[in-house]
């Protein structure tokens, strides 16, 4: 398990900068559970004084006595005895015994006190208006529930908006950030680790970059006392009542339901249900939404996929392995039965690490165009008249041009018949757009043809070595 701190550049020079302003400032920190929220917040506090709460879910009077024993026990350490019947006794306490001092004040899992105590947020208002604004109080908010923080903390509607000096809304690493876990893995194996943690902060940080690859999946996800092998349920319990409903409606989008009417028949649900499911899997960030690129406005073109690649790793093929894992044999499950399905089951995360690559790249003028934007194209080529897709569109907006990409992840190297094939799509986007060049990304390089074609075919080719250089 990676114990230092990685990542986060970013975030950490923000929350510094805004420190280093002798004025209060108020962050509000939000993002999916296990994103790694408290792990930046503890790391942007050491050294500093600060005062860290965590709410729990349970009664406003409980998480009084506990957020009250944390203020004392900084202003005055070894002192017992002290209780708060409410609250706005604590911030006053804060406010009467902080002084000039410059004070990190965090309050995590904001979104337990709040639903608690309805007036919290009220309180903290008058408190901020009345007394912080003249003092160095650094206060950061912080919650999982992205729901809640987006539209009682940050929405016009909420006691404190206008009060907040920043907001950091933390997403998953890229693939290349999540590789800084595994330096010593080959890219084959950093790709994997990605497509298999979905980038999530805890998730990626379990793996042990001392053991292969293969026991890591093994000991993770394939192994009863493993982290990862009860995962996906305990998160559906904490954020939903009906977590067995939820959990058909992910493993129905895991297994290639991408459509409602899809899912509504492969979980027997009514559309009605499947729709507000579906919502609010979109708001915990475990689904998204796609569309078919520069045709957004096309409400038959949209199709729903998992965004945690946890989830779907899981869903793909833990259920079957069940009977094997818990008698023990899920590691030989894992080595005949998932191995040889690993690069099959990467296709589409090798293709958004595609885009994302098209897009960290955008402004380093490697291209012959300018990718403001990336995605997906799917629908009718109607000269076949059969339905395809292009894996990897980078669009320049200013200029009109396009990128089109096809990615394979194989153990093959990519050869003539793919790049026609990629050629043939052109076209099929928004006539709008002038293609600008053609990319092809492969897991095990190319065949002599393309290489030897590639520059008269205005041919890019990308091996997967250089999208991690």
């Known amino acids: 398990m990676c114990d230092k701190f990685i990542g986060r550049k970013n975030e950490l020079k923000s929350l510094e900068t805004a420190y280093s302003k002798n004025s209060f400032q108020m962050c509000i920190v939000y993002g999916r559970r296990r994103i790694g929220k408290t792990t930046l917040i503890n790391e942007f506090i050491r050294g500093k004084e600060h005062i860290a709460f965590t709410a729990i879910k349970g009664s406003a009077e409980r998480n009084i006595e506990l957020f009250g024993e944390v203020v004392v026990d ?3 350490p070894g002192i017992n005895g002290v209780r708060f019947t409410d609250i706005k006794d604590i911030l006053n306490f804060i406010t009467n015994n902080i002084g000039d001092k410059k004070l990190v004040l965090v309050i995590d899992e904001l979104p337990y006190l709040a639903e608690a105590d309805k007036e919290f947020l009220s309180l903290l208002q008058v408190e901020i208006d009345k007394n ?3 003092k160095n109080i650094f206060l950061i908010l912080s919650g999982s529930s992205i729901s809640f923080m987006e539209q009682e ?5 909420s006691p404190i908006y206008g009060r907040r000096t920043m907001q950091i809304d933390l997403k998953p690493f890229n693939y290349l950030e999540t590789a800084l876990f595994v330096p010593d893995y080959s890219c084959e194996e950093k790709a994997i680790c990605y497509g298999i943690t979905g980038g999530v902060a805890k998730y990626i940080s379990m793996f042990d970059s001392d053991k292969s ?3 890591n999946i093994a000991d993770l996800y394939f192994n009863p006392s493993g982290f990862m092998y009860e995962e996906p349920r305990n998160l559906l319990v904490q954020e939903f009542r009906n977590a067995t409903v939820y959990d058909d409606v992910v493993s129905a989008i895991a297994n290639g339901a991408n459509k409602v009417v899809e899912i509504k028949d492969k979980t027997n649900l009514e559309s009605a249900s499947v729709h507000n499911i579906l919502q609010h899997l979109l708001e915990t960030r475990i689904i998204e939404k796609t569309y078919a690129i520069t045709e957004e406005n096309n409400k038959k073109k949209v199709m729903y996929s998992l965004s945690d690649g946890m989830f779907m790793f899981w869903h793909k093929f833990i259920p079957r392995a069940v009977a094997a894992i818990e008698i023990d044999n899920g590691k030989q499950y894992y080595l005949s039965q998932v191995k040889p399905k690993l690069h099959e089951y990467m296709g589409e995360i090798f293709e958004k690490m595609c885009r994302q690559y098209l897009l960290m790249n955008a402004f380093s003028n490697k ?14 080529n ?3 008249k059969e339905q395809t897709d292009i894996d990897v569109v980078g669009l320049d907006t200013t200029e009109n041009k396009a990128i089109l990409g096809e990615c394979k992840f194989r153990n093959t190297p990519m050869d003539k018949k793919q790049l026609e094939e990629l050629m043939d799509r052109d076209g099929l986007i928004d006539k709008r757009y002038k293609v600008a060049e053609y990319h092809l990304y492969s897991l095990s390089g190319f065949t002599d043809w393309v ?6 075919l205005n041919v890019r080719l990308i ?3 250089d999208m991690y250089n």
């Not at 903390?153 to 509607?157: A, F, G, P, Q, Y």
């Not at 291209?367 to 009718?380: I, P, R």
């Not at 290489?451 to 008269?456: F, M, R, S």
């Open 132 to 134: 912080w604004l003249n």
């Open 382 to 384: 109607p000269a076949k």
């Open 367 to 380: 291209f012959s165009c300018t990718v403001l934007q990336a995605g997906k194209w799917f629908g009718t």
């Open 74 to 76: 900084y202003f005055m």
């Open 463 to 465: 091996p997967i070595e």
């Open 153 to 157: 903390v940050l929405s016009s509607k």
């Open 213 to 215: 690859l293969d026991d």
């Open 451 to 456: 290489k030897d074609n590639a520059v008269a």
